[in-house]
């Protein structure tokens, strides 16, 4: 059987799936698209990222394909009811990742509120910008709103009482009364409660047609004054113009975008230049760590998908 990987996967992860099938190993074909749709001709599993599109064009031309492993958690970008239409597994890396998103999370926060981190060039040139930068804030006692409550933010939600913050949190499809809010220790809030109450506003949540610009330009405006925001889950959810214009007006202390609505972010975006704005390529979820535990599980999803349960033991072993 032969797996066509068209994004960066770990080498010991392909060594084990080398153990037991054909392996084209090619992460270039995430920027070749013409090339991707032709090497899956013959592919009996496909694995992917966030950026390699599984629609309805590539399920049409691999008529083999059983199984998409995809390295992470999010799957806006595979065609779900075309795979289950045909059969073929779905296997994300769910909870591999968490780690590294929630420390992300926590390290950006922690930066963005003391503010104190974009003036290494002035202070290099001879500047001593000391009273500007003596008015950061510590996270002791200040409130944390996470807006979807799945598997990272209850991390994101530990972490941060471990700073002694208030956290609470929203999530439509968790109904207050549910046992993970008092479990974690955070309060249930509607949205629009949470975006007045929070100094800093975390999101993770998938983009679905009922959050895509759930973060509108009225809502960005509904957040507490100094506030600050941090998106590591998908582009689209925030509305980056006006993200970007509450910025620049002041209203807000800072954000960090790790997601945008269109990858690579493209050059002239009205987040160019925006004040106290962290920008980061997508990696909240890349650290060494999380690559390991991502690509092990996903090898031995689609081993298992592919040739069953006995198989996936024998590919994963030491």
Same mark, same amino acid.
């Given at each position: 059987?032969?797996?066509?990987?068209?994004?960066?996967?770990?080498?010991?992860?392909?060594?084990?799936?080398?153990?037991?099938?054909?392996?084209?190993?090619?992460?270039?074909?995430?920027?070749?698209?013409?090339?991707?749709?032709?090497?899956?001709?013959?592919?009996?599993?496909?694995?992917?990222?966030?950026?390699?599109?599984?629609?309805?064009?590539?399920?049409?031309?691999? @008529?083999?394909?059983?199984?998409?492993?995809?390295?992470?958690?999010?799957?806006?970008?595979?065609?779900?009811?075309?795979?289950?239409?045909?059969?073929?597994?779905?296997?994300?890396?769910?909870?591999?990742?968490?780690?590294?998103?929630?420390?992300?999370?926590?390290?950006?926060?922690?930066?963005?509120?003391?503010?104190?981190?974009?003036?290494?060039?002035?202070?290099?040139?001879?500047?001593? @910008?000391?009273?500007?930068?003596?008015?950061?804030?510590?996270?002791?006692?200040?409130?944390?709103?996470?807006?979807?409550?799945?598997?990272?933010?209850?991390?994101?939600?530990?972490?941060?009482?471990?700073?002694?913050?208030?956290?609470?949190?929203?999530?439509?499809?968790?109904?207050?009364?549910?046992?993970?809010?008092?479990?974690?220790?955070?309060?249930?809030?509607?949205?629009?409660?949470?975006?007045?109450?929070?100094?800093?506003?975390?999101?993770?949540?998938?983009?679905?047609?009922?959050?895509?610009?759930?973060?509108?330009?009225?809502?960005?405006?509904?957040?507490?004054?100094?506030?600050?925001?941090?998106?590591?889950?998908?582009?689209?959810?925030?509305?980056?113009?006006?993200?970007?214009?509450?910025?620049?007006? !002041?209203?807000?202390?800072?954000?960090?975008?790790?997601?945008?609505?269109?990858? @690579?972010?493209?050059?002239?975006?009205?987040?160019?230049?925006? @004040?106290?704005?962290?920008?980061?390529?997508?990696?909240? !979820?890349?650290?060494?760590?999380?690559?390991?535990?991502?690509?092990?599980?996903?090898?031995?999803?689609?081993?298992?998908?592919?040739?069953?349960?006995?198989?996936?033991?024998?590919?994963?072993?030491?």
């Amino acid at each position: 059987m032969h797996i066509v990987i068209s994004e960066f996967m770990d080498t010991p992860a392909i060594e084990a799936l080398r153990q037991r099938f054909d392996v084209r190993y090619a992460p270039d074909l995430v920027e070749q698209r013409d090339a991707l749709l032709q090497a899956v001709g013959d592919a009996d599993g496909l694995i992917v990222r966030n950026r390699s599109q599984v629609d309805a064009a590539l399920l049409e031309a691999a @008529p083999r394909l059983r199984a998409v492993g995809r390295l992470g958690v999010g799957l806006d970008n595979i065609d779900q009811a075309g795979c289950a239409a045909r059969g073929i597994a779905v296997v994300p890396a769910t909870g591999a990742n968490a780690r590294a998103v929630a420390e992300y999370v926590i390290g950006t926060t922690l930066a963005l509120l003391r503010g104190a981190y974009f003036s290494s060039e002035a202070v290099a040139a001879g500047q001593w @910008p000391r009273p500007a930068l003596s008015q950061g804030l510590e996270a002791q006692g200040r409130t944390l709103g996470i807006v979807g409550f799945g598997g990272i933010g209850r991390l994101v939600a530990r972490l941060a009482h471990g700073l002694d913050m208030r956290v609470v949190g929203c999530d439509a499809a968790l109904p207050p009364d549910h046992p993970a809010w008092a479990e974690s220790g955070v309060a249930a809030l509607p949205l629009d409660a949470l975006l007045a109450q929070a100094d800093a506003v975390t999101l993770h949540l998938p983009l679905t047609a009922g959050t895509r610009n759930l973060l509108d330009a009225g809502r960005i405006a509904r957040l507490r004054p100094g506030a600050v925001l941090v998106n590591t889950s998908r582009g689209g959810i925030v509305d980056e113009a006006a993200l970007a214009e509450a910025l620049r007006a !002041g209203r807000l202390r800072g954000a960090a975008l790790d997601v945008f609505d269109q990858e @690579p972010l493209p050059a002239g975006s009205p987040l160019a230049g925006a @004040p106290n704005l962290i920008l980061t390529p997508h990696i909240a !979820g890349l650290t060494q760590e999380a690559n390991t535990r991502v690509s092990d599980m996903v090898a031995a999803g689609v081993t298992i998908a592919l040739t069953g349960g006995a198989a996936a033991a024998a590919a994963s072993a030491p």
